[in-house]
């Protein structure tokens, strides 16, 4: 199974680029990596999700070099309200077990 | 607002009581999940439904009985909960009966056994 591991916190400042690591050094050819962000008292929110190379969307961009060992989000110029635990999960169509496993997640805190 | 509604959003029950969570979502989604969230933990995955049929348990107790009526809806039957299973219980919802799609939360039950 492709495990995740994460820094358990990081503090930013608005503004800032923040970059959350992860780590996923058994990561297998069919996995995908994808990134949720939650708030407390509520539920997990999608963020980003790819394969290989870069995605960006209207939130954050996704950075996976060419070994897949690891990627990065990355969050440009984040306010207050980016707040939020990170989580990052790797897997693929035929381990479903393996893409619904949550790991320890990442703390962001953002200071004014 | 989330696109996956779950209710009650709040239950106390006593250990002898038989209650069920409700999650709903009218997105033609296909799989349906639940899961249980301690405090400053992450979720961790209970039960999965493709298509109206359990596809995966993990190994949760069985005082704890999901049930899918049809493919919008899903609940969580509780029956002599203990003290540790006060939790927040999410309810998830995906496209098709893939789990490489994006997983839709609600934002839960929270809720608390005397």
């Known amino acids: 199974l492709a495990k995740t591991t994460q820094p358990i916190s990081m503090d930013s400042y608005e503004g800032q680029e923040v970059n959350i690591t992860c780590s996923h050094n058994?990561?297998?050819?069919?996995?995908?990596i994808t990134w949720y962000q939650q708030f407390p008292s509520q539920g997990p929110r999608f963020i980003i999700q790819?394969?290989?190379t870069k995605v960006t969307n209207e939130v954050a961009s996704l950075f996976i070099p060419a070994d897949r060992k690891s990627s990065t989000l990355s969050l440009p110029r984040v306010s207050l309200s980016d707040t939020a635990v990170y989580y990052c999960?790797?897997?693929?169509?035929?381990?479903?077990?393996?893409?619904?496993?949550f790991g320890g997640g990442t703390r962001l805190m953002v200071k004014p | 607002d989330t696109e996956v509604t779950q209710t009650p959003k709040h239950l106390v029950m006593g250990m002898t009581n038989k209650k069920s969570l409700k999650c709903e979502q009218h997105?033609?989604?296909?799989?349906m999940y639940w899961y249980k969230q301690k405090a400053k933990k992450p979720p961790e995955l209970m039960f999965v439904?493709?298509?109206?049929?359990?596809?995966i348990n993990e190994s949760v107790p069985s005082r704890f009985s999901p049930e899918c009526p049809n493919s919008s809806l899903l609940n969580l039957h509780l029956h002599a909960l203990q003290p540790e299973d006060s939790a927040l219980y999410l309810c998830?919802?995906?496209?098709?009966?893939?789990?490489?799609?994006?997983?839709?939360f609600g934002d839960g039950t929270r809720l608390s056994i005397l």
């Open positions: 998830a919802s995906s496209q098709g009966g893939g789990v490489i799609q994006p997983q839709h």
């Open positions: 058994n990561i297998a050819t069919n996995d995908y």
């Open positions: 790819g394969y290989k």
């Open positions: 999960l790797v897997g693929d169509f035929n381990n479903a077990g393996n893409m619904l496993t």
């Open positions: 997105m033609g989604h296909r799989a």
């Open positions: 439904y493709s298509y109206e049929k359990l596809s």
